[in-house]
């Protein structure tokens, strides 16, 4: 059970073009925002879908597949890990999470 302790799968669409940043030492990363939808009904019988957004980044060979192979409102699916990060912003500490990927599935249409 080690490798649950950070352990994130998410299957959903891309809400834009992934961002590839390319480094001098020929690294690159690509930071992407995944929509994940939950569809429920409500106490009126109403059908509610609630869209949560979450920020991914990929490094290397996956950040080469993500900018060759991926576009705005794609479905992937990702397995990654949890990664949170504290800046300040006029003197307020503000904290960042997002999903590092380890594990890059293309679903849907080319």
């Known amino acids: 059970m080690n490798n649950l302790r950070n352990k994130v799968q998410l299957i959903g669409n891309l809400g834009q073009a992934p961002e590839i940043i ?3 030492n020929g690294n690159k990363l690509a930071k992407i925002s995944l929509a994940t939808n939950e569809t429920y009904y409500n106490s009126k019988g109403e059908k509610i879908t609630d869209t949560q957004w979450h920020n991914l980044t990929a490094w290397g060979k996956t950040a080469d597949i993500l ?8 479905e992937i ?7 949170t990060f504290a ?4 003197g307020t500490k ?3 999470t997002e ?5 890059l599935l293309l679903l849907g249409k080319k």
């Open 22 to 24: 390319s480094f001098e």
């Open 94 to 96: 503000k904290y960042r």
């Open 77 to 83: 699916a990702v397995e990654g890990k949890l990664k």
């Open 67 to 74: 900018e060759q192979y991926v576009q705005k409102g794609q």
């Open 99 to 103: 999903i590092q990927i380890s594990e």
């Open 87 to 90: 800046y300040e912003v006029e």
